[in-house]
Antibody, heavy 119, light 110 residues
Framework: EAQLVESGGGSVQPGGSLRLSCEAS????????MNWFRQAPGKGLEWVAF????????YYADSVKGRFTISRDNAKDSVFLQMNSLRAEDTAVYYC????????????WGQGTLVTVSS | QSALTQPASVSGSPGQSITISCTGT?????????VSWYQQHPGKAPKLIIY???KWPSGVSNRFSGSKSGNTASLTISGLQAEDEADYYC??????????FGGGTKLTVL
């Protein structure tokens, strides 16, 4: 069965950087588009970024555009989120998820990794 | 991109049916059949329960059903069970090649 495991979360000061990783297993990684989502404490879900199977196409939420970069290494079955110029409002649990066929089937999610931005 | 609008809370008794609405615009829900619904228990990752407005992922109970009319999508849960108590989120693909979520609805099983 497909599995996604995030890592790289932690505490960082405002203006700092952090790189999240998501390692996939149990499926043909290159065949799937991957996404990052986040959920601030006690708040709802927010889509953050998308990357196509070969990494040639990316999309970002307006709230992170220009600060976050999504990338992937298909040889390592991993997707990454480089987060720069972090703000307090970026504090959240970050999830990676697989997008199956079509544009609405986020069918497998990782367990999440917590990012805390605070001075 | 503005969030989709969901009721903050709904409740129902075991065995009853409830419906959660999700209102967007013609740039998201109204423009595409790419609406999905997620169930999230406290401290857990979201779980996909409906995609493409009406479809079930493998392994999800058919007590969950989805529909759409114009700019509003709906999730109906029939035969409520205690285990259905959770937060529910709707999501839609948008004309900007992004995805937008609703604010979430807390379901209480009385």
């Amino acid at each position: 069965e497909a599995q996604l495991v995030e890592s790289g979360g932690g505490s960082v000061q405002p203006g700092g950087s952090l790189r999240l990783s998501c390692e996939a297993s149990g499926f043909s990684f290159i065949s799937y588009e991957m996404n990052w989502f986040r959920q601030a404490p006690g708040k709802g879900l927010e889509w953050v970024a998308f990357i196509s199977g070969r990494g040639t196409t990316t999309y970002y939420a307006d709230s992170v555009k220009g600060r976050f970069t999504i990338s992937r290494d298909n040889a390592k079955d991993s997707v990454f989120l480089q987060m720069n110029s972090l703000r307090a409002e970026d504090t959240a649990v970050y999830y990676c998820a697989r997008l199956a066929v079509g544009w609405s089937k986020f069918d497998y999610w990782g367990q999440g990794t917590l990012v805390t931005v605070s001075s | 991109q503005s969030a989709l609008t969901q009721p903050a809370s709904v409740s129902g008794s075991p065995g009853q049916s409830i419906t959660i609405s999700c209102t967007g615009t013609s740039s998201d829900i109204g423009g595409y059949n790419y609406v999905s619904w997620y169930q999230q228990h406290p401290g857990k990752a979201p779980k996909l329960i409906i995609y493409d407005v009406t479809k079930w992922p493998s392994g999800v109970s058919n007590r969950f059903s989805g529909s759409k009319s114009g700019n509003t999508a709906s999730l109906t849960i029939s035969g409520l069970q205690a285990e259905d108590e959770a937060d529910y989120y709707c999501s839609s693909h948008t004309s900007s090649s992004t995805w937008v979520f609703g604010g979430g609805t807390k379901l209480t099983v009385l």
